[in-house]
């Protein structure tokens, strides 16, 4: 039977954006009605050991990647009947990559090896590939599948550890791996960052002051018998092309993350032990001012040669870098943490000081490219311990980062920003800075039956935030909004995934001035002039960039720009076209959302139907 006037009411609100957040009325999925919002969490749904992730990156198509391992030979289930096997007895290495809603797509680990590994950090480059590093024990093969193997060169019977780096293609293809060549000593590697142009930097330690080797022409010793710095740039086909550590060092000094701009400079954070002076070459030379650990920043330009290094100028007791992020105006921001309650001085009349006596604060330094300091930020009222570990920026310059509070009390970060532990020991922690370093939101979980912590964070192209760590135990674990995630094993640390909004791309029709709805034609009416004017009102915090009008499939216009009240409009020549309206609305980031209702014309003279 032909049904003229009853039709079926369709309402889709889609994101078509690969970037976009989980639609208003999609089910089982949070939706955001604040910035900071969490939208999804995940964990292992299968694991009988422990497992843990370190940090976590997006690549250009919102897909997003998570790094840190698996504990033995058992199997682990992250989801979407992604499963994973690692090969040694003890730690093993494990990637898992993820959509943007959070369904695992992949995951890779180890299939050979003598002894641990581990993975610390990744970075995705233009074309997608994804370089982890880590760190590899003893000299034995590894394998990571695809018939791509590697082999450390020193072993120990305590620490044998090995630098390691390995690249992946966007499908879990492993294409190449590296480690020492020679060492002499414990090595790894802790940071990776690639350049525009496809080559690759890692960051990490080696022991000792005798040489390393990368390849067979790219040595590299560091100066102190204890832990020294290292940086190496790869070529995007693994080859060692340079090598730096340090010149001169009174003691113990180590890299932990790194950062390139798009000129091919690389920033580098970590740490320096003593007052002494430490020097990176072409005279460059820097002293903190605590006999135990100070904060390091070091600019390299793409060659390798250092251009200035950067530490405390006023330190009372200690402090450490253990991450950098830059941002589109070329300022970086590093994090870590200070000690005790008095005042530290990171040049340039910047200083900060801790709300917790006699124990670590956290710590977040913003710089200009030249190595100026401009803020530092660290708790203004604290319970007991916080550090950050993780930071990122998003497009507008704003700052986030990660890291864990102990203890159930009240830590603020200025601005009226405060957030309060669950658990009485380690608590996860996400805080919100804009570009002038005030605080505009902070979050840890709002239910926390044991300890959890976040450790890498990141943004993806619609400013959404993605945090990695791990989460204690097989318990519930809350992190507002309806949103909930349980471990696996109960025994220890479960790998840890949370997703929270940032300005919302969701595109939502709301209602008409002076109508409960959202666009001034239902199902079934009737029209019965021969020119009648659409209405619709969306909604995006991101921006409406455009609406298009159709009947039919017939485009009739693209609207720019709405009224006062925000309500976009088109004429329809209804003695033209009939039946079918669909309206179209695009953001500001291209994600869109579609409103279809069905209609029929009246008239005099019957109208063409435009099919």
Known sequence: MFRRYILN???????????GLASLFSLGKAYALNQGDALW??????????????TTETDSNGDLYAVGWVRENNEYNFGNGVTVTGNGANFNAVIVKYNSSGDALWARSTTQGPNLSRFYDLAV????????????????????????????SYTDPYEPGNALIVKYDSSGKALWARSTTTAPGFSDLGGVATDS???VYAVGTITGNNDYSFSASVTVKGNATTDNPVLIKYSS????????SVETAPDTSQFNGLVVDPTGNIYVAGFVKSAGNFGFGNGVTVAGKSANYNVLAVKYNSSGVAQWARSTEVAPDSSGFSNIAIDAAGNFYATGYIINNNLFDFGNNTTVSGAASLSLNALLVKYNAEGKAQWARSTETAGDVSEFGGVATDAAGNVYVSGNMSGTGTYGFGNGVTVAGKYEYDNNVLVKYNPSGTALWARSATKAPDSSCFFGVTTDAADNVYVAGYITGNSQFDFGNGVTTTGAYSGGDNALLVKYAGLSTDIVYQNLPGLDKPINIEDGDVITVPLFTIKVKPYSEVGISKVEFYVDDNLLCTSHTSDKDGVYSCKWDTTKYHSTVKVITYNAHGGTATLTRTASVSLTVLPKTGR
């Open 237 to 244: 086909t693994g080859d060692a092309i340079w090598a730096k």
């Open 9 to 19: 009411f369709v309402v889709l609100v889609l994101l078509l954006s690969p970037f």
């Open 41 to 54: 969490a995940k964990s292992t749904v299968e694991g009988q050991e422990s497992s843990f992730f370190y």
């Open 197 to 199: 142009t496809g080559n």
């Open 125 to 152: 480059d233009p074309t997608g590939n994804v370089y982890v590093v880590g760190q590899i024990y003893d000299n034995g093969v590894y394998g990571f599948g695809d018939g791509v193997t590697v082999q450390g």
